[in-house]
């Protein structure tokens, strides 16, 4: 089984509870994917057309900050933005994450055409 789709299998209650607001294009018409590969990277989620990537971060992520930077610069190196909320964010705010994330999706045309399933990507 793909790494994709087990991580798909196994989100934690942060990743369900924000899916539920993307899931569907529930934000405007943005079509929204879940732990999509990307180059050798998994995203948590991804919206190809606006080439915006949306990531929940848990405690773990402080302490792999470096990760963090190099996979954002790769991720931005690809003309994607990325966006990153902590697990409680999403727990304890989800309306303000989603009007954030509406926001960004508004905001500034993608420049390049979408990659489907990873064409496009270095």
């Excluded at 989620?45 to 773990?60: K, M, N, P, S, Y």
């Excluded at 470096?66 to 994607?80: C, E, I, M, P, S």
């Amino acid at each position: 089984m793909s790494a994709a789709r087990e991580l798909r299998k196994s989100m934690t209650d942060a990743e369900r509870k924000l899916w539920r607001g993307l899931r569907l294009r529930q934000m405007n018409g943005h079509k929204f994917r879940r732990q999509f590969p990307l180059g050798c990277y998994i995203v948590d989620f991804v919206c190809l057309e606006a080439r915006l990537i949306v990531e929940v971060d848990g405690g773990q992520h402080a302490d792999e900050e470096y990760g963090d930077v190099k996979r954002d610069a790769w991720l931005t190196a690809q003309n994607f933005r990325v966006l990153r909320y902590w697990n409680n964010q999403v727990l304890n705010e989800v309306d303000e994450v989603l009007a954030d994330i509406l926001r960004a999706l508004t905001s500034a045309p993608p420049s390049l055409p979408s990659p489907v399933k990873g064409e496009g990507v270095e």
